[in-house]
């Protein structure tokens, strides 16, 4: 575990600080453009490039580019800089013609994700997608530059190169305020406006990937364009990546029924003010907060020495990295999302509730937040346990449990569509991914236990999972007793929501550490010592 959680410990400090900053983007955003109509489009023209990129090479990056680096270092005659010459030769290529294809094809996109928009509404989102569509090649190439820089035991560039990207655009955001009249109605936006929320946007991907450019030359990698791709590997990369193809197209149809259900229900909402695509995008963002900082950190540093166990013929090794990285994740996980369940109303206003976001569009951000807070644990398990099928280089079985992931959601997703008032749906779709994922995580590690051979321990983690929700429920209790008072005393504003935020949430933090302590995790124990002896450096 040790090893593990010193290189998560580099990859965590470079996380929290992007993950802060991001928020701090986010909140500036919200507040230039609120989280209303026009908000709505900024963020379903972002989730275009993303969606596109995953669809069409960012899952073959995270899941085989890893492990078929690591291999070509093994066996080639040159440790393999010519297999990832010709990788990036590949990637820029095929990124920059997909970025080309978005940007004409963005209207399609647009009415593909969306339902029930204004003609002014879909006229400026496919404003701001046609801007940011190019960033694709961008966040591709430097994607690469990342895979190569966490084959050679990296992670610092990759975890700290999207703080510069989040300062970008934080100054186009707080540009926006002081250059546009517009604010955030969608009526009154014009092209200037459109041109510098878009292409500053862009902007900040690439100063990201600039930074991983100048990481991964740095590190010795040499770009010379390569064209003799029958040494590529592309057919092997092709077998093992047609499964994570059907993997990211089964998340993606689920992402787009998602978009489209909250988007509708704004327009059934009518005039009344309702969470919708921009509270849903948020709130996962926030959720991704805690996963991001300690789950992806401790993803990241296994997969590679997973990958190489498996090669040495050692599951049991793979077996023990995943255990460890488990009871790593799940003790600073647990209770954050209990506490993301207490306090999503006052996190909300605190951060959103600002210029051009009223308290009570921040609220409704609050309540989607709050069910998210259910889904951290189940999701960040998944997540590990995808991990594991990849270091085997086996990509079918996740695509497949993917499949029935999407279902799950969707199934549940159109119940609550169809079932609910408008002011619940995007609640209730938040609940539904939380149950995918819960399913999802049961039928993976099932099937992860049989890959490995001998289980992967589940009565141990069940127990150490038991362990930190007990140590954890009494912090919970103090954040909601302080939420409560908060509400009764004076009511949710930016205020006072600071106040419960850090009253609330800091009690709760040093009743869990104290509880866990007293009951012997020995995970907590472990990052305190580890935090204690590089403070006492």
């Given at each position: 575990m040790s090893r593990v959680l010193r290189a998560s410990a580099i990859m965590a400090a470079g996380t929290m600080v992007s993950r802060l900053t991001g928020f701090v983007r986010t909140a500036v955003l919200a507040s230039a453009i609120g989280i209303a109509a026009l908000g709505d489009a900024y963020n379903v023209a972002f989730m275009i490039p993303m969606m596109l990129f995953d669809l069409l090479i960012g899952g073959v990056l995270s899941s085989v580019v890893v492990p078929l680096i690591i291999r070509a270092q093994k066996q080639d005659a040159d440790g393999g800089r010519a297999y990832e010459q010709r990788l990036m030769t590949v990637a820029t290529m095929v990124l920059v013609a997909i970025a080309v294809a978005g940007v004409l094809a963005a209207p399609l996109l647009v009415d593909l994700l969306t339902t029930d928009l204004s003609p002014t509404e879909a006229q400026v989102t496919v404003t701001l997608a046609r801007y940011i569509l190019p960033q694709i090649a961008f966040f591709g190439v430097g994607a690469v530059a990342g895979a190569i820089l966490n084959t050679r035991d990296r992670f610092a560039a990759p975890m700290w190169a999207p703080v510069l990207n989040n300062i970008v655009v934080i100054g186009v955001g707080l540009l926006y305020h002081v250059v546009s009249t517009a604010g955030g109605d969608i009526?009154?936006?014009?092209?200037?406006?459109?041109?510098?929320?878009?292409?500053?946007?862009?902007?900040?991907?690439?100063?990201?990937?600039?930074?991983?450019?100048?990481?991964?030359?740095?590190?010795?990698?040499?770009?010379?364009?390569?064209?003799?791709?029958?040494?590529?590997?592309?057919?092997?990369?092709?077998?093992?990546?047609?499964w994570t193809f059907a993997f990211v197209i089964a998340n993606q149809?689920?992402?787009?029924?998602?978009?489209?259900?909250?988007?509708?229900?704004?327009?059934?909402?009518?005039?009344?003010?309702?969470?919708?695509?921009?509270?849903?995008?948020?709130?996962?963002?926030?959720?991704?907060?805690?996963?991001?900082?300690?789950?992806?950190?401790?993803?990241?540093?296994?997969?590679?020495?997973?990958?190489?166990?498996?090669?040495?013929?050692?599951?049991?090794?793979?077996?023990?990295?995943?255990?460890?990285?488990?009871?790593?994740?799940?003790?600073?996980?647990?209770?954050?999302?209990?506490?993301?369940?207490?306090?999503?109303?006052?996190?909300?206003?605190?951060?959103?509730?600002?210029?051009?976001?009223?308290i009570s569009d921040a609220i409704n951000l609050g309540n989607v937040l709050q069910v998210f807070g259910l889904a951290l644990v189940p999701f960040s398990i998944y997540q590990l346990l995808l991990r594991v099928f990849y270091s085997f280089g086996d990509t079918r079985t996740p695509a497949l449990i993917a499949v029935g992931n999407v279902v799950v959601n969707?199934?549940?997703?159109?119940?609550?569509?169809?079932?609910?008032?408008?002011?619940?749906?995007?609640?209730?779709?938040?609940?539904?991914?939380?149950?995918?994922?819960?399913?999802?995580?049961?039928?993976?590690?099932?099937?992860?236990?049989?890959?490995?051979?001998?289980?992967?321990?589940?009565?141990?983690?069940?127990?150490?999972?038991?362990?930190?929700?007990?140590?954890?429920?009494?912090?919970?209790?103090?954040?909601?007793?302080?939420?409560?008072?908060?509400?009764?005393?004076?009511?949710?504003?930016?205020?006072?929501s600071g106040i419960t935020v850090v009253v609330g949430g800091g009690l709760a933090g040093l009743i869990y550490l104290v509880t866990s302590q007293r009951m012997r995790i020995a995970e907590i124990t472990s990052i305190i010592g580890l935090v204690a002896g590089r403070v006492g450096r």
């Open positions: 009526s009154r936006v014009s092209g200037a406006d459109l041109t510098l929320l878009g292409l500053g946007t862009t902007a900040g991907i690439v100063a990201q990937a600039i930074v991983l450019i100048i990481a991964v030359h740095r590190v010795g990698f040499r770009f010379v364009p390569r064209f003799d791709l029958r040494n590529a590997r592309l057919g092997e990369m092709g077998r093992m990546g047609a149809i689920g992402l787009t029924v998602t978009s489209n259900l909250a988007t509708g229900a704004t327009g059934r909402a009518g005039a009344e003010q309702v969470a919708g695509i921009a509270q849903y995008s948020f709130a996962y963002q926030f959720f991704q907060l805690p996963y991001g900082i300690i789950a992806v950190s401790v993803i990241t540093a296994m997969l590679p020495r997973m990958s190489r166990y498996v090669q040495e013929g050692r599951p049991d090794l793979v077996r023990d990295e995943f255990a460890s990285g488990v009871r790593l994740v799940s003790c600073v996980i647990v209770p954050c999302g209990l506490l993301l369940m207490v306090l999503g109303p006052a996190v909300a206003v605190l951060i959103f509730a600002h210029g051009n976001t009223s969707i199934a549940g997703s159109l119940i609550v569509y169809y079932t609910l008032p408008p002011r619940f749906i995007v609640m209730g779709l938040a609940f539904s991914f939380t149950v995918a994922y819960s399913v999802g995580g049961a039928v993976a590690w099932n099937l992860a236990s049989r890959r490995v051979g001998g289980g992967l321990g589940g009565r141990v983690v069940a127990a150490g999972l038991s362990r930190m929700y007990v140590a954890a429920i009494p912090a919970a209790a103090v954040a909601l007793a302080a939420l409560w008072a908060t509400q009764r005393i004076a009511g949710l504003s930016p205020l006072t």
